[in-house]
């Protein structure tokens, strides 16, 4: 079993940032890839970010290429957003290997 639990969600004016984290716990030794998708109201699912542990390997959507970054520290991954977007409103959740989920934390953009 894995628990994932993320925070750093909140309100930002456009063209700030903010910084995600996710911990896991639990069987983390289980755990070999994890990524960052977002949901916004009305929309579909969409992955923002993932990271394979094993390589360091990191894969970002077109959408925040060169504006977020994810990275890990021990059993917490992070991800950092900048020059923030109201397209960039939603709820944020964490992922590990795509079968485990966080609670999911919203992020506000006013423009």
């Known amino acids: 079993q894995v628990q994932l639990a993320e925070s750093g969600g909140g309100l930002v004016q456009a063209g700030g940032s903010l910084r995600l984290s996710c911990a896991a716990s639990g069987r983390t030794f289980t755990i070999y890839t994890m990524a960052w998708f977002r949901q916004a109201p009305g929309k579909e699912r969409e992955q923002v970010s993932r990271?394979?542990?094993?390589?360091?390997n990191t894969h970002y959507a077109d959408s925040v290429k060169g504006r977020f970054t994810i990275s890990r520290d021990r059993t917490t991954v992070y991800l950092q957003m900048n020059s923030l977007q109201p397209e960039d409103t939603a709820v944020y959740y964490c992922?590990?290997?795509?079968?485990?989920w966080g609670q999911g934390t919203q992020v506000t953009v006013s423009s």
């Open positions: 990271i394979w542990l094993a390589s360091g």
């Open positions: 992922a590990a290997n795509s079968e485990f």
